[in-house]
């Protein structure tokens, strides 16, 4: 560790926390500059506490991209909840994401009971602006002054870049002064397995749409550099909860699966800057969000938290 405390260097924990859907992800790719987030249209996409890590000569930001808050309905979800709550204490500052074009509803209103008990700083950040008329926005804006004390209140739009550089200068001002937490070079704490995972969840998930909900994990079964032809050999398992959804996922004469493999192995080549072998299974699980020995063993971890 770096320790450039007390020359000005500003150092600290971000916690984004929102509805499912609100661009957390998309934000987060954008600040650190490349893909450590998984990103979907479906809600519910990020499941652990995600790192990433912006390093300025000035200071070092660490964002936590937080499950969606949202009311659970199975003991995956209890787990999610626990890691969005949990994640506000233990910041400096917490970025509350709303998307612009849906405005203020029950989610948002849960979200800012939770907040009531927060003692952090809270920024409101306003996303995907560039899909609204700013009339609508100047609405927005008023209406959640009246919700709660935010301390600052930032209009963005994460996929086009609109007034990103503006709110991290804002956040910068709210950090204490602190010692450089990673290397200037790392730009998130996430092991390479478990962001290889991620992207062939992604690929799954975009790829069969509404057919597959969230009853589906990525297990790295082995990760193996080859040095001898400079590639890396990715051995992983698709766990789904049915048999029906194992047959989409594989689709006709494992056309599916060899489209998922092919995408997420782009992905994974660009990750690690070297040629990726992959291979694919599939397996089914029934009922694996309920049990709390396969939520662990697919790495959704309560001691953790």
Do not use: C
Not at 115 to 139: E, M
Not at 168 to 197: C, M, N, W
Not at 255 to 267: N, T, V, Y
């Amino acid at each position: 560790m770096n320790n450039t405390a007390g020359n000005g260097f500003k150092s600290g924990f971000i916690s984004i926390i929102g509805r499912p859907n609100v661009g957390k992800s998309t934000f987060l790719n954008r600040v650190v500059g490349q893909k450590i987030a998984i990103m979907s249209d479906k809600p519910q996409t990020t499941r652990n506490k995600v790192q990433g890590v912006l390093t300025q000569d000035d200071s070092q930001l660490i964002f936590i991209d937080t499950p969606g808050i949202h009311k659970p309905k199975h003991k995956l979800g209890d787990f999610m909840m626990k890691v969005a709550q949990n994640t506000l204490k233990e910041v400096d500052l917490v970025l509350f994401m709303v998307n612009a074009e849906e405005g203020y509803g029950r989610g948002e209103e849960f979200i800012i009971e939770k907040l009531q008990s927060v003692s952090t700083p809270v920024f409101l950040i306003i996303n995907k602006i560039d899909l609204i008329h700013p009339d609508k926005l100047l609405q927005l804006i008023e209406g959640y002054k009246e919700k709660y004390n935010f301390k600052e209140i930032v209009p963005i739009s994460a996929l086009e870049g609109n007034n990103v550089e503006r709110l991290l200068g804002q956040i910068k001002e709210y950090l204490p002064e602190g010692p450089q937490y990673y290397p200037a070079d790392q730009v998130t704490d996430h092991p390479e397995r478990f962001i290889v995972s991620e992207l062939i969840r992604e690929k799954a998930l975009h790829l069969t749409r509404e057919e597959i909900p969230h009853s589906l994990a990525v297990v790295i079964e082995k990760m193996e550099r080859k040095p001898e032809n400079k590639t890396v050999h990715v051995m992983a398992t698709i766990v789904v909860e049915r048999d029906s959804q194992k047959g989409i996922i594989i689709g006709k004469q494992g056309s599916m699966l060899k489209e998922i493999g092919k995408r997420a192995r782009l992905d994974i080549e660009n990750l690690l800057g070297t040629k990726v072998f992959l291979e694919l299974w599939v397996k089914v699980q029934k009922d694996w969000r309920n049990r709390a020995t396969h939520l662990r063993d697919y790495g959704f971890r309560d001691d953790e938290y």
